[in-house]
């Protein structure tokens, strides 16, 4: 990937204009090698801290007390420009995990203007105007006497603005295109040509640039995209990235056997979440479903621990009572069912799908069930779904808030807290097997099961996942960081 | 002055004779051509003209005045419209590859129209206008002119009377030329007062605290109010007329209009702004936002004629805005009725000045046609706003070199 622009020296003294300011616009790319290694680290770790931004970001007030002593929790304590240096670099490798598709980047970006919020926020104020004078930001703060002549103006302009304030912190002078949000709705001063903001409003603006300036990027970076996929090195690592569930996978299949087939049915409906209720009872009704839901739902089955033999005979007996006789079934789908289970030909990825995956990937079209329900049902016929599983109306009006602002995952937490009767779920949710073992977990009333079986779990590899034998070395860190990350609690 | 009657079956006769005579070609150029500081910006400019029989066309472009002169001559538009600055030659937009012909640049425009305020004038409806709604189109160019010049620094702004029910606000600065289409709507909406069609009875609220920009059109209102809304339009002077008022007032308030000295006052037992925005739902403008917003909108042009009035789309001269009076705006059949006047005082310059090209001595000629008729004064206006933007540019390119200390 070509990037214009100056080379910049790294020798010596100079690594400190390089990264001279703690907060960037990552307006260039870097330029120096790094190791492959180094390559997936920072990668992953960012993907970390951006993850842990969207968690806080949905269960305390952005930019609380709360809010941000977490977040300083996360921030490692490194050299400063060692920080900096990552930061940098691994916020660009990120981007090319992130451009391809529209939700992809939607997430990046509003998981990275969040961080940049916080830590904008936190610099002192003479750090602030330096960062906005080192990127061009024709932003001047406006002198005291000006201020002062045009106090009672600020005042009827902005919100939340006294005299007091406008005497003790900054006003800052913007070209009013920069400001158009503010414009628009009428909640600024103008003054030839120039919007008058309020220093509590500044970072908005700054904020405004950010996502501008990004959403570009990513397009561009989208666009040079071929070009570093066909680096066999790094293509499966950042398709990995961009699908990652970062957390337990449920590849390993634990109590198998002990789920029968008789139990399905009473288990769709308390411990399912809505996406596999969904799927089954089309399932049950149509006797039948599509290759989207057949993979989405079976491997969701494989991950509660339904065993192969126990997997053919569920849908065997119920493709049956449909148009399927059993000859056919046995010569077309028992051959993907057992591929499922890794019993046929060489797969890479056969893990039950996270949410992420559900939601982002292969949306479904007429005649498909498959997908999730929050995100790809329309709201009139969410809304009826959820009254006919008896969900309160104003739960449901809970729900449908959360889907109008696109928080999937939130939305089903939200059922399963309605469902089960409880305050606060006590996880976030990044699966549907994880709702499942949850869910179980609490009608059964038992805690201590759970962490028994995490730590069977980190002890063993995962072979669904290693596929460079090769790169066994520096892929076992990758998978390690993966592992670390899969018990949030 | 007397106004010649105007009759739409005669323009197939009176355009031919503007537009070889009298349409100001050079300074329309001028114009457009915005110092010839932009490679191409007349070029690729987006023309589209309305021909007898209601047949339009689209992308029309010219490569130099004398080919926008001849086609006009040629073709004979009944309406001429002005699009934006395009990436390529509008002529050719078919030849390139589909995508990348895109409009690139075009003036912040303002359409208000008479009809929009039906709804709050008592005089007139739909495509007719009068001495006594007119005052509405005043108060309008005084709010909005005030506004993009204090608070979003234009300078260059072109106000044109359209013809026939509503003036056009042409902003012709660099900045305005380059805005995006976010920036249009949020220019538009900052100057949006007035929010709701027909089912929305009350259509301004306002609430504290009151913004410096609200503020200033009010005193703007505030001057014309008594006499436009009381004596003009009489809006207290029928039941009928003071139920549409009351209608505005806040369910739960007991209240009633007076009027007290020159002002509308409402007294009632409670505080808000409501005597405000009944003053502001009669009076201020309301802009159309999709005529603004849009960066490849068409918009008719100054000089065009209306069909329907036959009068002259003309320049408005700020300084005589109050005794501005559109059924004093030259008609097409006026003017070319003056033309065919002979002038006593007319030289024969013309055997002497043989020598010259053909264009410049056509020109000489329609500038001595036009300045025989009552377009000449309007045309000086137009003279008075391109020296200020040539004068604007000038400053600007020295403050440029000054700077890169070029001398």
């Keep these: ?489 | 002055m007397p106004t010649s009657d105007y009759d739409p079956a005669c323009l197939p006769d009176l355009l031919p004779l503007y537009y070889r005579r009298l349409f100001p070609f050079s300074q329309y150029y001028r114009w457009l051509s915005y110092g010839g500081v932009s490679k191409n910006y007349f070029q690729n400019r987006e023309f589209s003209f309305t021909l007898k029989d209601d047949i339009y066309v689209r992308y029309q472009s010219f490569t130099t005045q004398n080919e926008l002169e001849k086609e006009m001559q040629k073709m004979v538009p009944y309406k001429i419209d002005i699009g934006a600055v395009y990436s390529h030659r509008p002529s050719q937009h078919n030849a390139v590859k589909s995508g990348t012909f895109q409009a690139l640049e075009k003036e912040l425009v303002f359409d208000i129209d008479m009809t929009d305020y039906d709804d709050v004038r008592r005089c007139c409806s739909a495509a007719d206008i009068c001495s006594k709604c007119w005052t509405l189109m005043t108060i309008a160019i005084r709010i909005l002119d005030r506004a993009l010049r204090e608070d979003f620094g234009f300078h260059h702004l072109l106000w044109v009377y359209s013809g026939r029910r509503g003036v056009h606000c042409w902003v012709c600065d660099d900045a305005a030329r380059k805005l995006s289409v976010a920036a249009r709507s949020a220019v538009a909406e900052y100057l949006s007062l007035i929010k709701g069609g027909e089912e929305t009875v009350r259509k301004v609220v306002l609430s504290d605290p009151i913004h410096p920009f609200i503020n200033h059109s009010l005193s703007v209102v505030e001057r014309y109010f008594c006499q436009y809304a009381i004596v003009e339009q009489d809006i207290l002077g029928s039941k009928e007329s003071v139920d549409k008022v009351l209608a505005l007032l806040p369910e739960d308030i007991l209240s009633f209009p007076v009027v007290l000295g020159a002002q509308l006052t409402v007294i009632s037992l409670s505080l808000t702004y409501f005597d405000k925005e009944i003053m502001l739902q009669y009076c201020y403008p309301r802009l159309d936002v999709n005529v603004s917003k849009g960066v490849n909108h068409l918009l008719k042009s100054p000089f065009s004629i209306h069909p329907k009035t036959g009068r002259i789309s003309v320049p408005i001269d700020l300084k005589e805005l109050n005794t501005f009076d559109p059924f004093e705006v030259p008609t097409i059949s006026l003017i070319c009725e003056e033309l065919e006047r002979p002038r006593a005082d007319e030289a024969e310059d013309d055997d002497v000045k043989d020598k010259e090209n053909e264009q410049e001595a056509g020109e000489r000629r329609r500038i001595r046609d036009y300045k025989r008729t009552s377009l000449a004064k309007y045309v000086k206006v137009f003279d008075r706003f391109l020296e200020a933007m040539a004068r604007s540019r000038k400053g600007e390119m020295l403050q440029k070199s000054d700077l890169q200390k070029d001398f």
């Design chain 1, 1 to 489: 990937m070509q990037f214009p622009g100056r080379r910049k020296k790294l020798i010596g003294s100079s690594q400190n204009d390089l990264y001279d300011h703690c907060l960037q616009f990552y307006g260039q790319p870097p330029l120096e090698n790094i190791s492959l290694t180094e390559f997936e680290t920072f990668a992953v770790e960012r993907l970390k801290l951006l993850k842990t931004v969207e968690n806080l970001g949905v269960s305390c007030v952005k930019n609380s007390e709360q809010y941000t002593k977490k977040l300083d929790a996360e921030i490692s304590r490194i050299s400063e420009y060692e920080k900096r240096r990552k930061d940098h670099i691994s916020h660009f490798i990120l981007r090319l995990a992130y451009c391809q598709t529209e939700d992809l980047r939607r997430w990046f970006i509003q998981q990275e203007m969040d961080l940049f919020r916080y830590r904008f926020n936190d610099l002192h104020s003479k750090h602030k105007t330096d960062f906005l004078h080192k990127n061009n930001l024709k932003y001047e703060t406006v002198s005291a006497e000006e201020k002062k002549s045009l106090q009672d103006k600020l005042i009827a302009s902005s919100y939340g603005l006294s005299g007091t304030k406008v005497e003790e912190h900054d006003v800052y002078k913007v070209p009013f295109q920069d400001a158009l949000d503010l414009v628009r709705t009428r909640k600024v001063y103008l003054l030839a040509g120039n919007a008058y903001i309020p220093h509590h409003e500044i970072v908005t603006i700054v904020l405004n640039d950010f996502r501008t300036r990004l959403s570009k990027a990513l397009a561009m970076t989208a666009r040079s995209l071929p070009a570093v996929q066909s680096d066999e090195r790094l293509q499966p690592l950042l398709s990995h990235l961009s699908h990652a569930y970062v957390g337990q996978d449920y590849s390993i299949q634990k109590n198998i056997g002990k789920i029968s087939l008789e139990q399905i049915d009473a288990l769709s409906g308390k411990s399912f979440p809505l996406c596999m209720r969904h799927l089954h009872k089309a399932l049950r009704e149509n006797h039948h479903l599509r290759h989207g839901g057949r993979m989405q739902y079976g491997l969701f089955l494989k991950g509660i621990g339904l065993s192969l033999e126990q997997a053919l005979q569920f849908w065997r007996s119920e493709f049956v009572k449909g148009k399927v006789d059993a000859d056919k079934f046995d010569k077309a789908y028992a051959y993907s069912v057992r591929h499922m289970f890794g019993k046929e030909g060489k797969r890479t990825d056969y893990t039950p799908y996270s949410c992420m995956k559900v939601i982002l990937s292969n949306p479904p079209s007429q005649g498909d069930y498959h997908g999730c329900p929050f995100r790809h049902s329309d709201p009139e016929l969410l809304k009826q779904k959820l009254q006919n599983y008896k969900v309160s109306p104003s739960g449901t009006n809970q729900i449908l808030e959360l889907v109008k602002g696109m928080h999937y995952q939130l939305a089903c937490q939200k059922y399963f807290e309605l469902t089960h009767n409880v305050e606060d779920a006590g996880f976030s949710l990044n699966h549907p097997n994880q709702y499942f073992t949850e869910s179980q977990k609490l009608l059964s009333g038992g805690r201590d099961i759970k962490k028994e079986v995490d730590m069977s779990q980190r002890s063993q590899e995962n072979p669904a996942s290693v596929t460079r034998p090769s790169q066994a070395n520096s892929k076992q860190i990758f998978l390690d960081e993966i592992q670390e990350l899969s018990d949030p609690s």
